[in-house]
Structures are given as structure tokens and as C-alpha cells.
């Protein structure tokens, strides 16, 4: 048998409930379905649901008429009546409080991992509303038109709530160190990128993080480090508000918007001669930004200054929208207002 959860008259295990009181059978069928034989009722069924809250509110007395109750009852009714027949007590407060972790594994090559996080109900609440809200915003992938399965959108959430503490237009977002060859940044296929952690990162995301952030150049003569430049943003606080004024505050990928997890891109890059004055700068949110440096997406400036997305293929996006056939526009022209 496993380990016994509940002390009342029910007990419970990784692969049996059953009840040690009065003339009641409970067991498992499958891995969902209970049966229980109760005298004038027959054979009745429960779901895994309704024996775990007729579980938590279970003792000798009770059990009888907790399972003629549950039998009118919906699971969520029951799952409530469970909840406030065991209100949590301070002890169990501070006990959850006291085992609250946060672990995150690395893969080998430390190119991705793996979040777990255990945490009291009140902190986890916290933590599910913001990435959930985060989500819920996200707006669908523009090469299929389609959103990203909700669990990548979550992903999203938790990786901008993180990115967007604070004032954007004042402070920085939470900061990490890449240090990059400078042939890295300047040419497609030389030169390597790493993270503070040494792991390797793409020349192209590289671009991405440089278009915003904090330089610093260091001169090495290949192994020795001669000279270390001084600490300059590649944006400056005075241009970063111009932008955020002329853009709204929002990332101005078609159909986007966001307000928040925003970053400002240089449609052509700093290191291949872009110039960090505002015609060349333009507000992304996070999601979009990958998009015109990883996905190959293109942005040009229109002679009224508009700016026009495009695929890697240079097609526009949003495609322009067809002409009238002409003898429908003739049409259009001649109708009397
Ligand atoms: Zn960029
Ligand atoms: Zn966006």
C-alpha cells in the first residue's frame, strides 16, 4: 500500500481508496472510476473527483451520509463543501510556506530547461494570474495565422512578466550578460555568442539582444584583454521616450499593440551601419522582435515615414488589400450620394 493521506475514516493511497467503516466497498476501476455498494442504492459510481472530496470530509459518522449526499451533488459543489469542511489552518499555512522551492535544470548544452516551482496556494495564485494575464494578450503567429497552443502562450507570459518589471521608459528590464565576438554582431557566420553561463546563443539573437541593451567593449589581442571601453546604452534614455511618444507606447507589429515587454529595434542594425536616431528605431514587443531577427521578417520606412512589415520572402504584411475590379470601382465612382 502507499502512503495513507487522509486519518478520518477514509484512507487513500497512490492506487486504492477504500473505506474502513461501516458496510461500505470502494474500490478502484481503471484509474477514474470508483464503485460503491450502498444498501437500497445498489451499485453506484463515483469519479475520482467525488471520492477525493468525500475523502477530505469523511469520518465513521459521516460517511454514510456523505455518499447518499454526494449522489445529488456536482463535483464542484462537492470539491467547495470539501474545501470549507477543512479550512486550512495556520500550521498549514506556514507549512506550506516553509517547503515553497523553486528548482530549474538545465539541459547538457544548457540550450533550454525546465521551470518547477512549488509554492503555497496564495503565492500560486499570484504567480498564475500574472502569467495567465500575460497569455490571455498574446495575439496569433502571423506566418500561420493561428495562436500558439496555450502552453506556449504561458510561456510567453512568464517570460514577459519577468522581462516588464518596472517603467520601460525609465528603467531597465531585468538584465543578463552576453558576451559576443564583435564578427559575431557584424558578419552572418563568424564569431560566437555566449551567455554569462557559458552557454552558446545564435549570432542573430545576439543581434536581437544588442538592438537594446547595455554595451561594453572589451579589446582583447586574442587571449589577453588590452582596454575596456565605457559602459553606453545603444539607446539613450531621451531617444527611448521620443520613440515610446511617437510609437504610443506600443509595438507597432501589425495587429499587436502590446504595451508591455517592449523593446526597441533598429531596423538596420547598429553594427552594420543603422544609425540609433529615431527614423531607424522602432518600439517591438518581445514576440515580434524574434520575429524580424531569428524568423528573417523585414521592415522598410514608406516615403510618409509609415513603416511596412514584410515576410522573408518581402512579401507586405497584411497583404494590401485587391483593387476593385474597374468596372466595379467605375461603378463606385458614379453612384449618387
Ligand atoms: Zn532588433
Ligand atoms: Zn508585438
Redesign the pocket.
Known sequence: MGREVWSTGWQRDYGSVMTRHGNWFVWLVGSRIFLCCLPGLGLVTFSLDQVDAISRMATADTEQGLIDEALGLSNAVLDRKARRANPPSREDEREAHRVRALWIQRTLDGASGKLTAHLPHLDLEIVETAIRDKADKMVPDPETGLFDPYSQRMADGLVEVCATTGDQTTTSPPQITVFADLEALTTIDSGVTELGSGTLIPNETA??LS??CVLETVITDGSQVVGVGRNSRTIPGWLRRLIHHRDGGRCQFHGCGNKGWL?V??IR?WSQGGATDLDNLIL?CGFH?RF??EHGWHITTSDDGAFQFRKPDWTPYPPPKPDLHPGLAALVDTRPI
Open positions: 543581434r536581437r538592438c537594446d523593446q529595434h533598429h542594425h517591438l522582435h524580424v531577427h
